[in-house]
Every structure is written in C-alpha cells, then in structure tokens.
C-alpha cells in the first residue's frame, strides 16, 4: 500500500512511534509499503523549528533527508497541479500545508495516515495513525 504521512505521523516514525496504533505500525513496518512524505511537510518542519516550535535534534536540511532515507520513506514533490488544486478544496480549515496534504492525496489517489479528525471532512481515504 501507499500512503502519505501527515507530518505529525512521519515525526513520530522518529521520535515517538509508540504514539502510533498498531494498524499505522502495521503498515510503515510492512516492507510492502510505500510512504510518501510531502515538501509540505518538509517545508512545515522547517518553519516551525525555525520559529523555536519544533524542538528536533538537528536542523531540519540535516534531520529530515538522513531520516527519510534510513526509514525508506520517498520525497513526494509539490507539483502546480497540486497547489492548484487548493483552490477548489472545501474551508474545512486554514492550515496550508494540511490544505496542500489533501490535494496532493485526491490528486495522486493515495490515503493519508494521520490522526487529525479534520480530514475526514475532505473526499479523501483516511488512514487512522492513532
């Protein structure tokens, strides 16, 4: 299977996976699975320790590379036709970097593993982390 992680999800991959259920440690463990982790999440990591929010144990143009190649998770690259797709998404909420999360699940047909409640209200499937 291939799912996206929300950026909390890939954080606790990292530091804290007990916080996950076992049905998202399921599938991270199943070497079948392919896991995606978006520039938007990248790009939230590197705003929020840049703001003093995200206490990691290097910077993140260290931390997040060398952690997504020693978990095996992929790069998945912000297209225009994904920050394009913003536009036309329901104001469930405001966050942009979850915004951009839902269209870049609707557009490439790939469920999100998260544990916020909020996608639920968008069309796309879900996979419970928690």
Known sequence: MTAILDTHVWL???????????????LIEDSHSTLLLSAASSWEIAIKYALGRLPIPEAPELYVPERMRTSGVLALPIEHAHALRVATLAPHHRDPFDRLLVAQAQLEGVPLLTADPIFDRYDIEVIRAV
Request: hydrophobic share 55%; proline share 7%.
């Open 12 to 26: 606790w991959m990292q530091a804290a996976p007990s916080r996950l259920g076992s049905a998202a440690r399921a």
